[in-house]
């Protein structure tokens, strides 16, 4: 192989390698999700969720509304997704107000189609 192709085919991978390093660090490899306002007002089937008034004991914190789980969604995601940006709440904290909400139920075991309480932090 010419030496001179090889430098401009590790030229042109490096250059690639970079420019999606720069992008995922820049932008994130994920696309920003739509904002909070069109998510709750979508009327797509398989999205269910709705503000509920449990009384709990960090009710200052946070409000709760109840949610169906969605396959490929997880505690997180659904936090984050009902919550406004820039959310200035641990993950540990989050798992563990949704185990205060949930009766103990482990949030890695939540099971599609059920119907769970989620924190909306204040």
């Known amino acids: 192989m010419n030496p001179t192709l090889k430098k401009m ?3 042109l991978v490096v250059f690639l390698f970079i ?4 992008n995922d660090l820049t932008t994130g490899t994920f696309p920003d999700s ?3 306002q069109d998510k709750e007002n979508s009327s797509t089937p398989h999205a269910k969720s709705q503000a509920f008034d449990k009384n709990t004991s960090s009710s200052e914190r946070y409000d709760v509304m109840k949610h ?4 490929g969604q997880t505690v997180l995601s659904i936090i984050e997704q009902i ?3 820039n959310l200035s709440v641990t993950y540990e904290q989050m798992l563990e107000d949704f185990r205060t909400l949930n009766k103990d139920q ?3 075991q939540i099971q599609v189609n059920e119907v ?3 924190p909306v932090y204040r």
């Open 9 to 11: 085919i590790t030229f």
């Open 19 to 22: 420019a999606s390093i720069t």
């Open 34 to 36: 739509s904002p909070k």
């Open 68 to 71: 169906e789980v969605n396959a």
């Open 83 to 85: 919550n406004h940006p």
């Open 106 to 108: 482990d949030p890695h």
């Open 116 to 118: 769970y309480f989620f």
